[in-house]
């Protein structure tokens, strides 16, 4: 039980004991800094049961908690609000009973639970992961992360859109000017191979455009009309007809491709459980359209359309099969989504990383699979996110102007070698320690950036803003992770026990420390609860912060006593390991040294 909870208990006892009432609730929050205390009862919503002056009923709760609650030492009311002090051993009774605990704030699964399964990445096979995909992993991957460490079971997946018009530009492209190029042959990764030849269908495709409009067609005409465009159509009716050339050659493609793809995961520090294709779930849903007629959920139209009408919930009528009794997108996601229950029975909720500009998509997604009666469509959330601008503006995959990822891994490994060596911080290093540790600080810099700010927020990222070892980065935090590692070598005692000495004053500086470790579980239980790894970041940022306060107020290895200097190594080490453990829920890796 936390000190919040303990608390609670405690002031209802009051409560009924003083003023025999019965109290449902009680509103807790840290004391404000400007303010003497620990722990701040609100008491303006007791006013509803205890009538009286606010300022009159926090004293006689402060009065009955110092006489009756061990822990309670000292109380003062400011207004409406009873601050209390909370006593010195209380905290270090807490801190011992954590020291020894490497997953401190993480709980395990329930057996009987139902799972989460958080969709992210989910590209297109016609080119390489860029910026807008960087975002989108990181958030999904930390969010699989944070929930799990919440005690959800979690499996982690994308659909990979492996089929469609786009996919046969860049196979036609290769057919018509790749002269059997691989990335054997050519060096390039397959994934960036298969995007250069999606540029140049493009490239193509506006010259053929020009020549049409030359010869007197309209501008609309000529796009329509375009032989490259007609021929690639054409690819995709005969890879629908499952013609063996066409397959053969869309197989071989995308192989190079997702062999580009790993290697950029494996970079990026991301992983999957599993994996779904387009080429597979397009077709899916299609018996729910019937269903959904029988039931009333869908109606049909004159031309014989399906449509779900969503006017009632302020939405609008949404197409869920064309008149020719094709499948729509929509009908596609309703259709994945029940396969993935069929396939992960214990599955019982969904996260669908996904950009906002799909954001009424999965308003009608969601609220279609509820007309359908799934239980479990209560628990489908988009975790939606905003785009990621540069400072040299938008980008455009089909013209070239991506940010590639691979390439801004390879820039801010780069750039934090670059900061490092002119802040002389690699002395004793090997040019190998050297390298690895700058991809550790420039992946670091990059995830934390992204990360700290709330999904829903556009980014402006700015590649050497974002490596920084002062103020709220991920080289600051690596740089404090690493200053505790080199507290406790040179501490040179063993520090895998808890101290004992349950009596001995504490300074400020540690008890705030203590108190922001107390607040780590009910952080990953709010990030959880948020969708949100920026509340993680927040937390470490403030723990980071705290401890680099108590570094400067306090001596650690200088302390007047081997009591104090034991306690306070050992509390950086605790520091150190809960800092460790948040930023891998963001993904993040820590040097031992810097």
């Not at 704030?105 to 080119?127: C, H, L, Q, R, W």
């Amino acid at each position: 039980m936390n000190l919040q909870d303990t608390i609670t208990i405690q002031v209802k006892q009051a409560v009924k004991t003083v003023f025999q009432v019965a109290l449902e609730a009680v509103e807790i929050q840290a004391t404000r800094k400007e303010f003497e205390g620990d722990v701040t009862v609100v008491v303006f919503p007791m006013l509803r049961f205890v009538k009286g002056n606010p300022v009159h009923i926090g004293e006689a709760i402060g009065h009955y908690l110092v006489e009756h609650a061990r822990d309670v030492k000292a109380f003062n009311v400011v207004k409406g609000f009873l601050n209390l002090e909370i006593s010195d051993s209380y905290y270090r009774h807490f801190f011992n009973g954590i020291f020894t605990e490497d997953d401190f704030g993480f709980k395990t699964p329930i057996p009987g639970d139902k799972a989460i399964m958080v969709e992210y990445s989910s590209p297109n096979t016609n080119k390489p992961l860029h910026l807008g995909h960087i975002r989108n992993n990181l958030l999904g991957y930390s969010v699989a992360e944070i929930l799990k460490a919440s005690g959800k079971k979690v499996y982690k997946t994308q659909i990979i859109n492996d089929r469609g018009i786009h996919i046969c530009k860049s196979m036609l492209a290769w057919k018509r000017f790749g002269q059997g190029e691989t990335p054997e042959s050519t060096g390039l990764k397959g994934d960036k191979l298969v995007g250069n030849y999606y540029v140049q269908f493009d490239q193509a495709y506006k010259a053929e455009i020009e020549q049409l409009k030359n010869a007197g067609l309209s501008d609309e005409e000529a796009r329509k009309q375009a032989p490259i465009l007609l021929e690639a159509q054409d690819m995709l009716r005969k890879w629908e007809a499952g013609d063996d050339a066409v397959v053969s050659l869309w197989k071989t493609m995308n192989g190079w491709v997702y062999d580009g793809f790993n290697e950029t995961y494996k970079n990026l520090g991301v992983d999957f459980d599993t994996l779904y294709y387009e080429s597979k779930t397009y077709l899916l849903g299609k018996e729910l359209v019937t269903e959904g007629l029988k039931t009333g959920v869908f109606e049909q139209a004159e031309d014989g359309s399906v449509w779900c009408d969503l006017t009632d919930e302020g939405l609008d009528k949404k197409i869920v099969q064309r008149a020719d009794g094709t499948a729509v997108y929509m009908t596609q996601d309703i259709g994945t989504a029940i396969q993935r229950i069929k396939d992960f029975p214990d599955v019982g909720g969904m996260v669908y990383t996904v950009g906002n500009e799909q954001d009424y998509h999965f308003k009608v997604l969601f609220l279609i699979l509820k007309k359908l009666g799934f239980d479990w469509a209560k628990n489908l959330y988009h975790l939606s996110y905003g785009m990621v601008d540069l400072p040299s503006g938008k980008m455009k995959s089909r013209e070239g102007t991506v940010v590639d990822a691979d390439d801004l891994i390879d820039e801010m490994t780069q750039t934090a070698g670059e900061i490092s060596e002119e802040l002389g911080k690699l002395d004793g290093y090997t040019e190998d320690e050297k390298q690895e540790l700058y991809k550790v600080i420039g992946l670091g810099a990059l995830k934390y950036f992204i990360l700290k700010v709330d999904p829903k927020k556009r980014i402006l990222f700015d590649p050497k803003e974002s490596i920084d070892f002062q103020g709220n980065t991920g080289p600051f935090i690596q740089y404090t992770y690493a200053r505790i590692q080199s507290i406790i070598r040179k501490a040179q005692f063993e520090t895998d026990t808890a101290p004992d000495d349950l009596e001995q004053p504490l300074h400020s500086k540690e008890r705030e420390l203590i108190k922001q470790l107390e607040g780590f579980p009910d952080t990953i239980q709010q990030a959880a609860e948020q969708h949100s790894p920026a509340v993680i970041a927040n937390y470490t940022y403030n723990l980071v912060k705290e401890f680099n306060s108590f570094y400067q107020n306090v001596s650690i290895l200088g302390a007047e006593t081997m009591t104090d200097k034991h306690f306070r190594v050992r509390l950086s080490k605790k520091v150190g390991l809960t800092i460790k453990r948040a930023l891998e829920l963001l993904g993040i890796a820590v040097p031992e040294r810097m």
